[in-house]
């Protein structure tokens, strides 16, 4: 079974930037549509952004502007840019595909406070 590890996250201030990181233990991004989720104490899971095998992405408009989802299929991680973090981005995130069907990692913590 496929294994995704995330890294990346941290503690930054209102405005910073992180970029969060997904290994794969096997060659699935490009076949499949995966996607960065998150999850806010006591909130449900969400979907932030997609990217297809083609490279289309999506995001939702929460984050519009400010991430930037991508994919190296060489090295078979996926990537998400963050950038003028606000509060409200502070979650646990996690990386997965679409639907969600491989199991999860453990997530990184981002955390966004001054």
């Known amino acids: 079974q496929v294994q995704l590890v995330e890294s990346g996250g941290g503690l930054v201030q209102p405005g910073g930037s992180l970029r969060l990181s997904c290994a794969a233990s096997g060659s699935i991004f490009s076949l499949n549509l995966m996607g960065w989720y998150r999850q806010a104490p006591g909130k449900q899971r969400e979907l932030v952004a997609s990217i297809s095998s083609r490279g289309f992405t999506n995001y939702r408009d929460s984050v519009k502007g400010r991430f930037t989802i991508s994919t190296d299929n060489a090295k078979n991680t996926m990537y998400l840019q963050m950038s003028s973090l606000k509060p409200e981005d502070t979650a646990v995130y996690y990386c997965?595909?679409?639907?969600?069907?491989?199991?999860w990692g453990q997530g990184t913590q981002v955390t966004v406070s001054s």
């Open positions: 997965n595909g679409m639907p969600p069907l491989l199991g």
